[in-house]
């Protein structure tokens, strides 16, 4: 098994062309490895089922963050937190992939669009960008908005930090698809990692009958091959020589998988695993009980990097020396259209307790979506269903309203099945956390149940998405300087015939005879048009 190592080490505040980064400040590498739709499903976070060797000394050498929590169940809304250290209420992202395709919008009678967060919100690899990090993302964005070129050095499935100039430091995104949702029925009939005789835990949830346990040990199959996959990576770390200068993350994108998971404001579609190791040897096999949100990993990954936090982020440093000095009291949630299907719930919670807040109650809760209904689970449930074949616990999920308040107690009720918002020796906590969520929706600007359309026009007036002005230039001395006049747009250069854009951080000198191009981008608007210097 591939040996793991990282490193914690004092970090520098970088900037392109500006600043050249000594061996005594040399910042840290930073790796993330992002799995999709998994709960903490490892033997690190107390489930036996199946050894993962490679995740299990992960977890052994770095500290394992036990309530860390996605900000919705779904990948698209989770992805655009992650990128970009806002919340999706905030940024107008909480709707499941605002560009969902052709069909689903013609059921919705909503356009595709972008969502447009607030003009200083930058993506969090731009901001490291700027800092003096080579950054790469292999190979998933998905962020509910077109990606400018100004975020990645590279982003693509051959996106590697081994492309990266000499002593740059990289910040390096990996994802795996290979626990997706779609990988329980796509890879039914694999062979490779089926365990057949492997006894695997039913959720009281799902129905315990041979298409679902199928699927459950397809689900534990797909996770040791992510093991194996990690491995790999990191392997590649090590022979590369930067196993003591790199930080790794190891997180997955919202909860599990299955029906009842995925989509939902449960823990088993928020909560998700999370180790980071420090190859000094900080916090080695240690665990950290604090509540972390997805909000919180690009300050957090700032902090790490000596970079003063910028005052657009809505999380906060939960490591390195810029981490916060008081602990969070609640994470947040929001869920919204999932794909076609609309369901607006609201969610927070603090260590113990989970409150959710149905704004549309007269809905349903299971949502028939077509993508899910693949999956043999879910065709299970649904026969079931109709044969009234499902016990009471498994039966929640079909009820056809829903109540306004729903309390749980995650300690004692780890499934969320047993509503306590109508027991009075609750009732303090019902008000304080629904309080809490009348906050936070209030500082979020949370449009609630405004239809997708209206909100489409507070973002897209006339639902016509609004473009990037042009860049401007002026030569001073023979400096070059460049702006453009749309507040929040960053600006890229390149020398043709280079295919990759450069980030514009500060003037620089345009060498005599020299042409390049320019180009300017605001997230949610369309991106300029390139301008040819000279003219």
């Known amino acids: 098994m591939q040996r793991l190592a990282l490193i914690l080490v004092l970090l520098h505040l970088g900037c392109q062309r500006s600043a050249t980064i000594t061996e005594e400040s040399q910042p840290p590498n930073i790796l993330w490895l992002v799995a999709e739709d998994m709960s903490p499903n490892i033997a690190p976070f107390g489930d036996s089922t199946l050894a993962t060797p490679t995740l299990s000394r992960l977890a052994r050498e770095g500290i394992r963050f036990t309530r860390t929590f996605s900000v919705s169940g779904v990948c698209a809304p989770s992805r655009f937190s992650l990128a970009t250290g ?14 969902a395709g052709p069909v689903y919008h013609a059921e919705i009678g909503v356009p595709p669009y972008e969502a447009v967060p607030p003009p200083d919100v930058r993506m969090m690899s731009e901001f490291l960008r700027s800092h003096g990090y080579y950054v790469t993302n292999n190979a998933k964005e998905d962020y509910q908005f077109r990606t400018p070129v100004t975020a990645w050095n590279e982003s693509s499935r051959s996106a590697h930090w081994r492309s ?5 430091p990289f910040f390096s995104v990996i994802n795996f698809g290979v626990t997706h949702e779609s990988r329980i029925w796509a890879k039914a009939e694999d062979s490779l990692w089926v365990a057949p005789d492997l006894d695997v835990p039913i959720p009281p949830y799902l129905p315990d009958t041979e298409p679902v346990v199928k699927d459950v040990r397809r689900m534990y199959s797909n996770i040791l091959e992510l093991d194996h996959q990690i491995g790999e990576v990191l392997a590649d770390l090590e022979a590369d020589g930067l196993l003591d200068s790199t930080i790794v993350f190891f997180y997955s994108d919202h909860g599990g998988p299955l029906p009842r998971q995925k989509r939902q404001l449960y823990d088993s579609g928020l909560h ?10 900080r916090g080695t096999g240690s665990i950290d009980e604090q509540l972390v949100s997805f909000v919180d990993f690009a300050p957090t990954v700032f902090s790490l990097a000596g970079i003063t936090l910028p005052d657009y982020l809505e999380g906060q440093a939960f ?3 810029q981490k916060s000095s008081n602990p969070r009291t609640y994470i947040h949630a929001a869920a919204d259209r999932f794909d076609a299907k609309y369901d607006t719930k609201r969610a927070v919670r603090d260590a113990r307790f989970k409150y959710i807040r149905n704004l549309q109650p007269e809905r349903g809760y299971y949502l028939a979506v077509s993508y ?14 109709d044969a009234g074949g499902l016990d009471s616990a498994e039966a929640q999920w079909f009820r056809t309203s829903k109540p306004e308040h729903e309390l749980f107690d995650t300690w004692v009720d780890p499934h969320e099945l047993v509503n306590l918002a109508g027991e009075p020796r609750q009732a303090d906590k019902l008000a304080e956390l629904s309080r809490e969520l009348d906050r936070w929706m209030h500082s979020t600007n949370d449009p609630g149940t405004m239809d997708e359309n209206e909100l489409l ?13 042009a860049p401007s230039y ?24 280079e295919e990759r854009w450069q980030l514009y951080t500060e003037p620089f000198r345009l060498e005599q005879g020299a042409q390049l191009q320019t180009v300017a981008h605001r997230i949610g608007f369309t991106p300029s048009d390139t301008l040819t210097i000279p003219e």
């Open 86 to 99: 806002i919340y999706t209420t905030t940024g107008r992202a909480q709707h499941m992939r605002t560009n």
């Open 164 to 168: 990266r100039p000499d002593g740059a």
């Open 272 to 281: 998700v695993p999370l180790i980071v190791r420090f190859p000094d040897g």
């Open 319 to 321: 490591l390195g020396p």
């Open 372 to 385: 899910r209904e693949q999956m043999a689970t879910m065709q299970e449930l649904l026969r079931l269903r």
């Open 457 to 469: 026009e507070t973002i897209w007036p006339g639902k016509i998405q609004p473009a990037t002005a």
């Open 474 to 497: 002026r030569v001073t001395g023979d400096m070059l300087h460049l702006q453009s006049s749309t507040d929040g747009a960053s600006l890229a250069y390149r020398y043709p015939p």
